[in-house]
């Protein structure tokens, strides 16, 4: 019995990495019977010569892209083609917060800005980074210190991918590792046909890091928090909340927000805002999910 991380997964089978080297097993049944889904990133028990014995506990699960087991998250959002949606990077930002995994931003197809469009853009990050959360976005997007900065807090972690159909996740890891050679898409046909360049996950070394190129997706429906737990994915209005009129305030309609007034004041961004009023709605018209 050995044990090891799921790499990859295809058609019933599981390439199971450990040890450097990539054992294929099967998973005979008995995890269907429990309900159960080996993913790509899950630690398991196999047996070497070719059944997968048991999951181990996760740590975390996302389902938009299907790993478990990550510690980060690059969340790749195109600066241009598709135009950045500051909703789109904010319906991932919160599903990642409530798996505790912690995102690093990065902004691709900057070369594609002019330099006023360049500046907006700088403003945007400026006001992530403000949140707290690590950005790293540069006039051309593949420049040399900019990859070595991102390069260098993955090493030694189990990274994701993540973001748009056409965002660029594959060109970045070229960018990272050249040896990968991963098949990139024409973005405008991606677009258009809603079709897939990357179209299963599967765990890649990147200089030292194991990193998950992921299929991307058009639009991002991953709610499974609560309204109560929904304020404290949006780090900014946590950090205020305390400030609040009334405990467990849900900066909507309560009088003496502490949240609401910095909106006022502009510092909390207005998007920022305008999507937490739109992802509690969301919840609160969620069917039950049984
Ligand atoms: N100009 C420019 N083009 C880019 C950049 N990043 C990616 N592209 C182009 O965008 C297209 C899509 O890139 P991919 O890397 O295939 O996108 P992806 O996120 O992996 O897409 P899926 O695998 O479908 O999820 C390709 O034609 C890339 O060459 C960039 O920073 N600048
Ligand atoms: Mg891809
Ligand atoms: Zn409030």
Redesign the pocket.
Known sequence: MKTGIIQQSLSGFYDVLADGKLYRTRGRGNFRKRGQKPLVGDRVEFDPAGYLLKILPRENQLVRPLVANVDLAVV?T????PDFSPNLLDRQLVALAWQKITPLLFF?????LTDDEFTVLEAVVAGYREIGYRVFYNRD??GQEALAALSDQLTGKVVT?M????????????HLAPELA??????SK?LKRG?????KVSLLDVNGALVA?????SSYEDFPMTIDELPTLFFEFAALAPQCRFRGCRHLKEPGCAVKKALEDGKIMQSRYRDYCQFHDLIVNQKPNY
């Open positions: 790749v195109a600066a241009k083609q691709s197809k900057t070369d594609l997007p593949f991918m973001g748009q159909t056409g965002a660029g996740k594959s060109t970045l890891l070229n991963l098949e990139t898409g024409v973005v991606a079709k897939h360049t990357t179209r190129d992921t299929p991307g997706f």
